[in-house]
């Protein structure tokens, strides 16, 4: 496989979501997905980042971007979801925030990454039980690699895999083995009740037992911060410990 470019090191690739408000189904029809994709072929002239891969879910969407500035992502993902709100707020005789915040961005610094990352942007349909394989899905990326491009095009194939002969081998090594099955975590959209059942399933205790382990306790907490939307107060609560001890851990 190619070595990783200098670039990477850099935070140049980007692995970018977007999530309805109230994570409600903003993609809910096949128009309105069809309409988000022709709004980023269109939009994608004169942006300066290029497209890697994507994948438009009833709720939320991925993408995987490259980009030599971070702005140029941040304005290009600005207009493409200001145009959609604005299509799919007339369409529906609404008003009001169509997406939840702005996006969730997560830097990509190494080639394990990049391709951990591709492969789960594809699987997603396959995870959530919409399809069983991800050449049945329509909506992402994975299809375009292997036939007609639209948005992913030859410079997307050269940034991934350093060159466009042959690609298509080490693509189907990284969507079919094992290697790339690292999981990347979706907007903070997990409840942190859901969180605690599966900590205290892995560790076969009550979340306020963990607090005598203090390296598990300073690994469950970090994750409980970038998995959740939990704040400090609430997690001390539950842990019953101070508010500022979590806090502490959080930051180790």
Do not use: W
């Amino acid at each position: 496989m190619p070595r990783i470019a200098r670039r990477h090191s850099q935070s140049q690739f980007k692995h970018i979501i977007v999530q309805g408000i109230n994570k409600e189904y903003i993609f809910k029809k096949n128009e309105y997905i069809e309409r988000y994709k022709r709004i980023i072929l269109e939009k994608l002239k004169n942006s300066n980042i290029t497209i890697l891969a994507y994948c438009i879910m009833n709720n939320h969407a991925h993408f995987l971007i490259h980009s030599e500035k971070s702005e140029y992502i941040s304005k290009y993902m600005q207009r493409i979801n200001t145009t959609y709100s604005q299509f799919y707020n007339r369409l529906n005789k609404r008003i009001g925030y169509v997406f939840r915040d702005r996006f969730y961005s997560q830097d990509i610094l190494t080639q394990k990454q990049l391709f951990n990352c591709l492969k789960y942007i594809h699987n997603n349909p396959v995870k959530a039980n919409i399809c069983n394989s991800m050449k049945d899905y329509r909506y992402s990326s994975y299809n375009e690699f292997l036939g007609k491009k639209k948005i992913i095009n030859n410079e997307s194939i050269e940034l991934l895999f350093g060159a466009i002969d042959e690609y298509e081998k080490i693509f189907n090594i990284i969507h079919e083995g094992n290697e790339f099955n690292d999981d990347f975590i979706d907007i903070k959209e997990k409840e942190i009740s859901e969180f605690i059942i599966e900590i205290e399933k892995k560790y076969n205790k009550k979340i306020n037992q963990l607090r005598r382990e203090k390296d598990t306790l300073s690994n469950v907490i970090k994750e409980a911060r970038r998995q959740t939307n939990v704040t400090l107060e609430e997690l001390a609560k539950r842990l019953g410990m101070s508010k500022s001890t979590v806090g502490k851990y959080s930051k180790e």
